[in-house]
């Protein structure tokens, strides 16, 4: 029996202000444990929590940019439960009446478009954090992140991939930085991810047995994990077992998922209206301002790309998949580089070196400027394009202009054409075996040719010119 895979993601959001959703502490990652804290977010008897407006205005562009509907009229409720990190023993959160609804964003997998839908964006604080050190039976708790503001962007089971699933997590993330919303480090936490994963067989209308599966902080991850839960369960229901509704943790070490306790229900954490904040009416004018200061978002960029700078598609998504790579793509354009040398020249050797010091093109030590300069060393034909990837690292690591690494290294390209057609007549004549060969009809070897003269020049040759000497001293 073949299965399918249904999958929705609830994905947190940690969003960019600069104090916490219902108090004036800070939201800075990193600080001393506890520092960061106040009677309303500790939870201390009798105090007020009042909504942090920029978390308010972060829900509705994030709605507005993933196609949802605003809720006119959205309230906070309360979500109890017990743990050591809630100090109120309740979170407050978003239930009957969310900010955003029925929303949706699309990707390509494969070529093929799909359209996954969003449930609901809804505002709520984050928890603290419990901290398991040492040999002793205790745990520590910090509370600094207690009270930051959260969104939950809860999709619709449209997912039926691992692929998807990490597709999805990625493009939600770069909406999200493009907003200016979310920095989307996951690695920090403020972007995490728990999957609802169920299977039934291929052509079942009705869903599944579902297991949430949590402690997911990377794409790759995201991918592993679903594609670990999907074949966990078809393996239960194989050997005559049924799948149970449980929530599990992914353990990136062992590459597998752990049980972890018995989903609950919603009944279960006794939702019920927040009393000590007012209910959230949002002003139409006031959500028209925020949707046309909306940034220009990725597949509208992405679209503009290939339409106005006539590059591939396959470029396109590339370049638009991070803001800040799109910008420094443009800044180069801009100082005059041509579309396709830069983008070939971002996708392959800018981004080797970046990821080889994993940084990210905001640490970029080169400027756009600095390669449209070494673009235009190579079309007036100072440099040749095996020289430039020399040139070109030279930039990255140093910061100096590529006129002056030229200069210092002495790699201006050699266009004599008498200086190279002496060195061309040196190499046949050393190599009068492969020069038969060749007007046999081993036309192959011209490369080694092309090797030799250019080993000579210490790759300096003009290699249009000597391609065309080559050719004609050899028929």
């Known amino acids: 029996m073949k299965y399918e895979a249904v999958i929705g993601l609830e994905v947190h959001a940690q969003m960019l202000t600069d104090t916490k959703v219902f108090c004036g502490c800070s939201t800075k990652f990193g600080s001393e444990p506890n520092s960061q804290t106040c009677e309303v977010c500790i939870g201390m008897p009798g105090v007020l929590p009042v909504l942090n407006k920029k ?29 050591p990190d809630l100090p109120k023993g309740y979170q407050i959160s978003q239930y009957e009446h969310p900010i955003c609804e029925h929303g949706f964003i699309e990707i390509v997998v494969d070529g093929e478009v799909r359209r996954i839908g969003i449930t609901r964006i809804h505002m709520e604080e984050d928890a603290g954090k419990n901290i398991h050190e040492g040999g002793g039976h205790y745990s520590l708790v910090d509370l600094n992140r207690a009270g930051v503001p959260l969104m939950e962007i809860v999709s619709e089971p449209d997912i039926r991939s691992p692929r998807e699933a990490s597709e999805y997590m990625r493009k939600l993330r770069a909406v999200l930085r493009y907003l200016g919303v979310c920095d989307g480090n996951m690695e920090q936490g403020s972007l995490r991810c728990d999957a609802n994963v169920s299977v039934r067989p291929t052509g079942q209308k009705e869903f599944g047995t579902r297991a949430e599966v949590k402690n997911i902080n990377s794409f790759r991850f995201v991918e592993k994990a679903v594609e670990y839960e999907i074949k966990r369960q078809i393996k239960v229901i194989e050997e005559g077992g049924k799948v149970i509704q449980e929530t599990r943790l992914w353990d990136s070490t062992k590459g597998i998922t752990e049980s972890m306790r018995s989903k609950e229900e919603a009944h279960d954490y006794r939702y019920f209206p927040e009393p000590d904040l007012v209910p959230i009416i949002a002003d139409r004018s006031w959500v028209g301002e925020i949707k046309a200061a909306l940034p220009e978002l990725p597949d509208a960029r992405r679209d503009r790309f290939v339409k106005e700078y006539g590059i591939p598609e396959y470029d396109a998504d590339l370049l638009t998949s991070e803001k800040a790579v799109a910008e420094w793509f443009e800044d180069a354009i801009r100082a005059g580089g041509q579309p396709k040398a830069v983008s070939n020249w971002m996708m392959g050797d800018l981004m080797r070196l970046l990821n080889e010091e994993n940084k990210f093109i905001e640490e970029c030590p080169l400027k756009p400027s600095q390669l449209t300069e070494m673009l235009k060393l190579i079309n ?96």
């Open 55 to 83: 978390a308010l205005e972060f829900a509705i562009r994030t709605g507005l940019a993933t196609n949802c509907t605003i809720s006119s009229y959205s309230r906070f409720a309360r979500k109890n439960y017990f743990y």
């Open 380 to 475: 007036k034909g100072t440099i040749s394009g095996k020289i430039a990837k020399t040139v070109f690292e030279e930039m990255y690591r140093s910061g100096k202009n590529a006129e002056e690494i030229v200069r210092e290294k002495g790699l201006v390209q050699i266009s004599d054409e008498s200086a190279i057609e002496k060195l061309v007549d040196e190499v046949i004549a050393r190599h009068s075996k492969e020069a038969e060969r060749f007007r046999g009809g081993d036309e192959k070897l011209l490369g080694f040719f092309v090797g030799q003269v250019m080993k000579a020049t210490k790759g300096k040759a003009n290699p249009q010119m000597l391609n065309e000497l080559l050719k004609k001293k050899l028929s």
